[in-house]
């Protein structure tokens, strides 16, 4: 079954490709041109999405098309040449331009998820019996589009990645004057809105010991964010021990959530050659 639908795959791809370089098609210095064809990039990008989606091992998506082999060294030539994160990047400039994010109003928050093989961004959990977890404290804007995230293990405090997880603002170029940023109450101290004055940010944080519903504030909007980004079994149960890999994934993860939410949300107002029949 395929992973995604192809009203999401096709224009994901049609962006994909462009960012790779031009490989020929045999090795131009093998001395007799006789070696096998290179594989595919769209055979290699196809299993990408399943193992982001279903999560499972490269051994078992592999199959006669491409080795499990072929599928880490092209992963990993990707990633060198910081193809995931220019996509990224791409998709939430696009979706900026005819949509618009919600720039004055982020909501920050960690999630922490399993990682049974640790690896370098994995720690004790605190809430799994001390196993190893993976902690990402996330960024969204007032829609939910994601913006960025941190990695790190799970013994992490989320206050401790407030600081890099605002750093990712940086990427995305001039904010408006006014920026509110909703936190919960773990991030209730003078030390957090220290360093939101200090970037000229206002806080707007839930105060500890005090029950709130998380729909009282802009807060929901991230852990509807994280929701989605579980929903990529490969990230909520993370076997990558590379901290570049797992970042990787994320990239695509969210690649794939904005682009979905851009192609729902312009169903109704814009139309092209390759819109679907129904709305998403």
């Not at 009203?7 to 006789?34: I, K, M, S, Y």
């Not at 695509?252 to 814009?270: C, E, G, N």
Request: charged letters at 25%.
């Amino acid at each position: 079954m395929p992973a995604l639908p192809s009203w999401l795959t096709e224009p994901l791809w049609d962006q994909f490709a462009v960012l790779l370089p031009e490989r020929p098609e045999f090795h131009p210095d093998h001395p007799l041109g006789c070696h096998r064809r290179r594989i595919s990039d769209r055979i290699i990008f196809d299993k990408l999405l399943q193992l982001l989606r279903f999560g499972c091992s490269y051994e078992a998506i592999a199959d006669t098309t491409c080795s499990a082999t072929t599928i880490r060294n092209r992963r990993d030539e990707w990633i060198r040449l910081g193809v995931f994160a220019r996509l990224k990047l791409i998709a939430l400039g696009s979706y900026d331009r005819i949509v618009g994010l919600v720039l004055d109003q982020i909501a920050v928050d960690g999630s922490i998820t399993k990682a049974p093989g640790g690896g370098e961004v994995a720690g004790r959990s605190p809430v799994d019996h001390g196993k190893q977890g993976l902690k990402r404290s996330g960024m969204a804007d007032g829609y939910g589009i994601p913006l960025g995230r941190v990695l790190a293990g799970a013994n992490r405090h989320d206050s401790l990645l407030l600081a890099p997880t605002l750093d990712r603002l940086d990427d995305l170029g001039p904010l408006p004057d006014d920026v509110t940023v909703h936190l919960d109450a773990g991030y209730d101290s003078d030390k957090t809105r220290a360093l939101l004055n200090e970037r000229g940010l206002h806080g707007r944080i839930a105060h500890k010991g005090e029950k709130a519903p998380i729909q009282a504030s802009q807060r929901w909007h991230v852990e509807r964010t994280h929701a989605w980004q579980n929903a990529f079994y490969r990230l909520a149960r993370c076997y990558e021990r590379r901290a570049t890999v797992v970042d990787a994934f994320f990239d695509l993860a969210d690649t794939i959530i904005t682009v979905r939410s851009l192609i729902r949300r312009t169903w109704t107002t814009h139309r092209w050659d390759k819109r679907p029949n129904r709305r998403p």
